[in-house]
């Protein structure tokens, strides 16, 4: 049982270039999110789907996509990447009977 | 607009010392809160949850007390050991599924 799965573990990107980030859980929840931490700030909400089939926007969700694959999966896409998009993010997971969410172990992305 | 907030972004503790992390929240209407611990380089780790009928709840060398009448969370660990040095983070259910974090408390632990 790995929890949740986040890849790649860093990246370098230039700016307007895209990439997706890939998030995977192996615990059957129903709820998955997205979310940035910057320097002294805490964590910020970009999308989630609170069941398969279903996405919402966060706080933050301009220049990100997102897709709900599949009940285990969900993946965040930069289409054109801004240096103001260097952040660390992290996918998480929750039960739908819960409201404790599991993060993963996070995506380090530099844009230059 | 609403949010949750710590007191205090650093907290340096001696070893074998009790720490004490606040945390003071706006939404009057949030009826869940979590405390969570972020270690260098990894993903936010659950800690210890309280929901708003309760006062306090005890886990294993952690304490979270909730006061409704301030809107003030408090995470009191015990004993405090080096593998405590991190970031801790309150964070209250807002409207349904979503969280909002507090920017967090880093927490040193002295030899």
């Known amino acids: 049982n790995a929890g949740v799965t986040q890849t790649p573990k860093f990246q370098v990107l230039k700016t307007g270039q895209s990439m997706t980030l890939q998030c995977a859980q192996d615990?059957?929840?129903?709820?998955m999110y997205w979310y940035r931490q910057d320097p002294g700030m805490g964590l910020r909400l970009i999308y989630y789907s609170a069941s398969e089939g279903t996405t919402d926007k966060g706080e933050v969700p301009n220049g990100y996509n997102v897709s709900r694959l599949n009940k285990r999966e969900f993946s965040l896409r930069l289409e054109s990447a801004a240096p103001s998009q260097t952040s660390v993010y992290f996918c998480?997971?929750?039960?739908?009977?819960?409201?404790?969410?599991?993060f993963g172990p996070g995506t380090r992305l530099l844009v230059l | 607009g609403e949010s949750v907030g710590l007191h205090l972004p650093t907290l340096s503790v001696q070893e074998g010392d009790n720490s004490i992390i606040n945390c003071a929240y706006s939404n009057s209407a949030s009826d869940y809160f979590i405390w969570y611990k972020q270690e260098s380089g990894k993903g936010p780790q659950f800690i210890i949850d309280i929901r708003s009928n309760m006062d306090k709840r005890q886990g294993q060398r952690v304490t979270v007390l909730l006061n409704k009448t301030v809107k003030h969370l408090s995470l009191q660990i015990a004993a405090t050991q080096p593998g405590d040095s991190a970031v801790y983070f309150c964070a209250e259910n807002n409207n349904d599924y979503k969280l909002s974090f507090g920017a967090g408390t880093t927490v040193t632990v002295r030899a």
């Open positions: 615990m059957n929840h129903n709820s």
């Open positions: 998480a997971s929750r039960n739908r009977a819960q409201e404790t969410q599991y």
